[in-house]
């Protein structure tokens, strides 16, 4: 059978109300949003899945989608097990997460922007909550990310000491895994705080440096981040999905001259309860500037956006 007859068969609604009455085991749910992922069995399902998203009912998508493309099954285990989740599963394939497990709540973030070297030297303090007790690891999506410590803090966010983590090689576009071990005897609904030392690197997608001839005023340079779709990941270590929403604080320090803006609330207009603990990194030279912000409405790590200019 030819792709285009594939895609066809299974964007048919007689199909689809065949699959919905075949054992849910048989068959797996393709993330209609993934539209990078193109070749062999897994694109032909990404692309039925969009297909479907365009030529059925709401009705028929809700009851069916759940059991479609059951192709993908041929594909080999690791592949369906970072891209494809089983029917009635919430995994998404653009994310290396486990928010089912251990979802990340609240993020606190420290940016210090070098326009010299390009860099950002960042601090982040996720708020973690246990969704289930049997978890071992935290996993997040980072994207050429250089990850120097990762330490489990308690009161007044001390450290309570270093945590193991593992980088994985990095996949495509997604980026590399980053596995945390987690403390054991973690009961559900609890909440520990994960901090993760970093830095950015020169091949950041979510970020783009501008020189000073690059701007309107010729004089001072300029920074703007652009993290839709999974393009947070390379600016912080995140659950970087549209379904994982968190609120977060900032700091950003920035040369003197220049002026931080964030999707988020300046931090002397917030009169909300979400507080800042103290900065992990190192206090900011004379003239240095630093802007805070507060973003207390969860929202996915996409909507994340930070501008610096004059």
């Known amino acids: 059978m030819s792709t285009q007859q594939l895609l066809s068969r299974s964007a048919s609604p007689s199909f689809l109300r065949r699959q919905a009455s ?8 393709a993330h209609p949003a ?43 285990d690791n592949m369906r097990d ?27 973030i420290e940016f210090s922007i070098d326009f010299d070297t390009k860099l950002i030297d960042a601090y982040v303090k996720l708020t973690v909550s246990i969704e289930n007790p049997a978890v071992d690891v935290l996993s997040l999506d980072t994207r050429d990310l250089s990850i120097h410590k990762v330490e489990l803090l308690g009161t007044d966010c001390k450290s309570e000491g270093d945590m193991q983590f593992t980088l994985a090689d990095e996949y495509k576009e997604l980026g590399s895994k980053l596995d945390i071990t987690l403390p054991k005897g973690l009961k559900q609904g609890e909440k520990i705080t994960v901090g993760i030392r970093y830095q950015t690197s020169s091949k950041c997608s979510a ?53 931080a803006l964030m999707s988020a609330v300046p931090a002397e207009e917030y009169t909300g309860d979400l507080a800042f603990t103290p ?32």
């Open 22 to 29: 075949q054992p849910a085991h048989k068959t797996y749910l």
């Open 82 to 108: 970072k891209f494809v989740f089983k029917a009635g599963g919430e995994k998404d394939p653009s994310s290396f997460g486990n928010p089912t497990e251990a979802r990340v709540t609240h993020t606190e």
């Open 279 to 310: 900065a992990k990194l190192p206090a900011p030279a004379p003239k240095w500037e630093t802007f805070r912000f507060v973003q207390a409405v969860p929202i996915p790590s996409y909507l994340l956006a930070l501008a610096v200019g004059r």
């Open 34 to 76: 993934t539209s990078f992922i193109r070749s062999g069995p897994l694109g032909f399902s990404l692309g039925a899945a969009r297909v479907l998203e365009r030529t059925v009912s709401r009705p028929q998508r809700k009851q069916a989608t759940r059991r479609v493309v059951s192709v993908v099954s041929s594909a080999p």
């Open 207 to 259: 970020v783009q440096f501008l020189t000073p001839e690059q701007t309107a005023g010729g004089t001072h340079p300029y920074l703007f981040s652009q993290c839709q779709a999974i393009h947070a990941r390379s600016l912080i270590p995140c659950q970087d999905g549209p379904g994982v929403k968190m609120t977060y604080a900032a700091t950003v320090v920035v040369p003197a001259e220049l002026t």
